[in-house]
């Protein structure tokens, strides 16, 4: 017997013989790789089906490593037209395109079909490009029904690679959601309802810059400040609506001729004299109670400045850049900050009076908040001057 098949029998292995066999695999997505396998003593026809195995077991793992692509499109619905950018990378577009980058203006008429009252919305193409990422760009628009079911679908997402998905959102001009879907070929379709273009941009902006002011006044700490100042020394209603009506019409002048452009202030200016205007209140309710009566014309010289602060919320936003849009804003912000401020002094005053009837409690309470009143604006004043 020769070493070599003495050796098998010792071992008590029959029937064997040594393989060595190599393997390449390729994948479209990791390109290739050799695997090279080195078998011991194997079973005559095993090596074969072990060849098999490890082959099915490398296409399956490259085909679940696949991504099956997802793409995006972003909707927004004007007073005139809607707007619509699709994002998709050109890989997943190969296989719709016969003459590479040139071709995809092509797809325009299919990348989002859009349908009201049963009739197709067509597409404008206003841009088509290809960014480093290859990804490609698609900006179309079209024009804007005038009110009912807007329903939405993809044009290729059946004839893209299998699993694609597609997150389609819409959108109004002034960021309401309107409705948002992810397609698929199976499920290619939604819709949603746009109202009429007026009454969108109506509604929508008169509550948002009403709850702007509101917004504005209640978190405004140095307007609040003011308001306390001027009204916990307030004999009576009268005198009271009196002050509150001054302040009111001061700083909706102001506020309106800032937005207009007619006066322009620097804020480095405008924010220290609302500052002073606090530390002022403040002393005056400690010291000059004698003067008390002519608050009413004090508070309308300071209610100028607070206006200017009031206008630069409404620039920030760029509010009366153009002279298209300016007086529903500033309207609906205005009326957001006269709610906000009666609704501060339907709290302050009753607590008011209410001190005044107890001349021990008047003597202790207001001396101490006018002196809050006059340390806190003397902190705004120095932080806006010298720490601006």
Same mark, same amino acid.
């Given at each position: 017997m020769?070493?070599?098949?003495?050796?098998?029998a010792?071992?008590?292995?029959?029937?064997?013989?040594?393989?060595?066999?190599?393997?390449?695999l390729?994948?479209?997505?990791?390109?290739k790789?050799q695997?090279?396998?080195?078998?011991?003593?194997?079973?005559?026809?095993?090596?074969?089906?072990?060849?098999?195995?490890?082959c099915?077991?490398?296409?399956?793992?490259?085909?679940?490593?696949?991504?099956?692509?997802?793409?995006?499109?972003?909707?927004?619905?004007g007073?005139q037209?809607?707007?619509?950018?699709?994002?998709?990378?050109?890989?997943?577009?190969?296989q719709?395109i016969?003459?590479?980058?040139?071709?995809?203006?092509?797809?325009?008429?299919?990348?989002?079909?859009?349908? /009201?009252g049963?009739?197709?919305?067509?597409?404008?193409?206003?841009r088509?490009e290809?960014?480093?990422?290859?990804?490609?760009?698609?900006q179309?628009?079209?024009i804007?029904p005038?009110?009912g079911?807007? #329903?939405?679908?993809?044009g290729?997402?059946?004839r893209?690679?299998?699993g694609?998905?597609?997150?389609v959102?819409?959108?109004?001009?002034?960021?309401?959601?309107?409705?948002?879907?992810?397609?698929?070929?199976?499920?290619?379709?939604?819709?949603?309802?746009?109202?009429?273009a007026?009454?969108s941009?109506?509604v929508?902006?008169?509550?948002?810059?009403?709850?702007?002011?509101?917004?504005?006044?209640l978190?405004?700490?140095? /307007? $609040?400040l003011?308001?306390?100042g001027?009204?916990?020394?307030?004999?009576?209603?009268?005198?009271?609506?009196?002050?509150? #009506?001054?302040?009111?019409?001061?700083?909706?002048?102001?506020?309106?001729?800032?937005?207009?452009h007619?006066?322009?202030?620097?804020?480095?200016?405008?924010?220290p004299?609302?500052?002073?205007?606090?530390?002022?209140?403040?002393c005056?309710?400690?010291?000059?109670r004698?003067? $008390?009566?002519?608050r009413?014309?004090?508070?309308?010289a300071?209610g100028l400045? /607070?206006?200017?602060?009031?206008?630069?919320? $409404?620039k920030?936003?760029?509010?009366?850049?153009?002279s298209?849009?300016?007086?529903?804003p500033l309207v609906?912000?205005?009326?957001g900050?006269e709610?906000?401020?009666?609704?501060i002094?339907?709290?302050?005053?009753?607590?008011?009076w209410?001190?005044?009837e107890?001349?021990n409690?008047?003597?202790?309470?207001?001396?101490?908040?006018?002196?809050i009143?006059?340390?806190?604006?003397?902190?705004?004043?120095?932080?806006?001057?010298?720490?601006a």
């Amino acid at each position: 017997m020769s070493p070599r098949r003495k050796t098998a029998a010792s071992t008590g292995i029959t029937g064997y013989r040594r393989n060595r066999f190599s393997l390449v695999l390729a994948s479209s997505v990791c390109g290739k790789a050799q695997v090279t396998v080195h078998c011991g003593w194997m079973r005559t026809g095993h090596w074969q089906f072990f060849t098999i195995l490890i082959c099915s077991v490398a296409c399956a793992v490259s085909a679940l490593a696949h991504d099956p692509g997802l793409s995006s499109a972003t909707m927004v619905v004007g007073d005139q037209d809607i707007k619509a950018v699709a994002l998709f990378h050109s890989r997943d577009l190969q296989q719709l395109i016969k003459n590479g980058a040139s071709s995809y203006p092509s797809l325009a008429n299919q990348i989002l079909r859009l349908q /009201h009252g049963g009739e197709s919305l067509p597409p404008k193409l206003e841009r088509v490009e290809r960014d480093v990422n290859d990804n490609v760009r698609f900006q179309l628009s079209y024009i804007r029904p005038p009110l009912g079911s807007l #329903t939405v679908s993809s044009g290729i997402i059946g004839r893209l690679p299998f699993g694609h998905r597609e997150f389609v959102t819409i959108q109004t001009a002034s960021g309401e959601s309107l409705g948002g879907r992810l397609l698929s070929a199976r499920e290619n379709e939604f819709s949603v309802f746009v109202a009429p273009a007026s009454q969108s941009r109506a509604v929508s902006g008169f509550a948002d810059f009403f709850l702007l002011g509101i917004r504005h006044i209640l978190t405004g700490y140095d /307007h $609040l400040l003011f308001l306390l100042g001027i009204l916990i020394v307030c004999s009576g209603f009268f005198a009271a609506a009196r002050i509150i #009506t001054c302040f009111t019409l001061a700083h909706s002048i102001t506020l309106a001729l800032a937005t207009f452009h007619v006066v322009n202030l620097s804020n480095r200016i405008v924010e220290p004299l609302i500052a002073a205007s606090i530390v002022y209140v403040g002393c005056e309710n400690l010291v000059g109670r004698n003067s $008390l009566q002519w608050r009413w014309i004090l508070t309308f010289a300071f209610g100028l400045f /607070h206006g200017l602060g009031f206008a630069s919320v $409404l620039k920030e936003m760029g509010v009366g850049e153009s002279s298209v849009g300016i007086a529903l804003p500033l309207v609906s912000f205005n009326l957001g900050v006269e709610t906000g401020q009666l609704a501060i002094a339907a709290l302050i005053l009753p607590l008011a009076w209410k001190t005044k009837e107890s001349a021990n409690l008047s003597r202790i309470a207001v001396p101490w908040l006018s002196a809050i009143i006059v340390i806190a604006g003397t902190f705004w004043f120095v932080q806006r001057v010298f720490l601006a």
